[in-house]
């Protein structure tokens, strides 16, 4: 909610409780990641070999649609959490504003469009 | 960057591992969603992956993603419980011991893999 007067408290207060909704965000998708990760680690690099990883191997797993979903719950959480990791360290050490303002502009759009192709590999089986 | 014994590492060790996690997720992202490409380009980079450095690559991303998780578990214990900033250090410890443990749990699985050539 936000109870301010002027345009600048206002967005000022905007602010801040985005960065309070992704500073919850941080913690519950980082509790769900870790059970989905650490499972698909185990999975597909510890349980079988790299060399198992193959074209038709993947195409076979990626028939299920509780796999496609399970992939598309980490490639879709994992982004955005790392997105918001990685804004953390470009807002701290990217010091100049109008720097920063690129810097992001070309990082998000990296992500947006991996989101994208990611998402179409999924559902496109 | 802040100075203080343990909890500064675990930060600049937090950090690195989520950054160097996220670089491989997104190449992971690019190889494994290249299939949409064809088989041709999907094996070109896959055996490519399968190089030795790579997959040694892979042990130390294992245990950067095993140090993430515990000490973001760690994190969320010491911003929603009363005891945890008490303890922060010792649980420190111990995610670093599970960090070791997870590296060397996956070396005896994976290098013998390795060097037979599977």
Redesign the interface.
């Known amino acids: 909610m936000i109870r301010a007067r002027t345009f600048t408290d206002a967005r000022q207060q905007a602010h801040s409780n985005a960065e309070l909704h992704w500073w919850i965000f941080m ?1 519950i998708s ?2 769900i ?2 059970f989905l ?2 499972g698909h ?1 185990y999975m597909t ?2 349980q079988v ?3 198992d ?3 038709d191997a ?2 076979n797993k990626l028939a299920n649609p509780a796999w496609k979903f399970y992939n598309w719950l980490i ?1 879709s959480l ?2 955005l959490h ?2 918001n ?2 804004r953390y ?1 470009i807002e701290d050490y990217v010091r100049s504003r109008p720097n920063r303002a690129w810097v992001k502009g070309v990082f998000y759009t ?1 992500i947006a469009l ?1 989101f994208a ?2 998402t ?3 559902f ?1 089986i | 960057m802040y100075r203080g014994r343990e909890g500064q590492w675990a930060f600049l060790l937090h950090r690195l591992s989520g950054l160097a996690i996220l670089f491989y997720l997104m190449l992971h992202v690019f190889s494994i969603g290249s299939f949409i490409f064809g088989e041709r380009f999907y094996m070109t980079i896959h055996e490519t992956y399968d190089l030795v450095p790579f997959r040694i690559g892979l042990l130390f991303v294992t245990a950067g993603v095993v140090y993430h998780a515990f000490n973001g578990l760690r994190i969320i214990v010491m911003d929603f419980t009363g005891f945890g900033v008490a303890y922060q250090r010792q649980m420190w410890y111990g995610v670093m011991l599970l960090s070791v443990l997870a590296f060397i749990g996956s070396a005896i699985v994976v290098v013998p893999r390795i060097l037979g050539g599977y």
């Open positions: 913690r980082g509790l990641l870790m990760i650490l680690v690099f510890i070999s790299e060399s990883a193959t074209f993947v195409v490639l994992s982004l790392g997105a990791g990685a360290s990296v991996l192709f990611g179409v590999g999924l496109s």
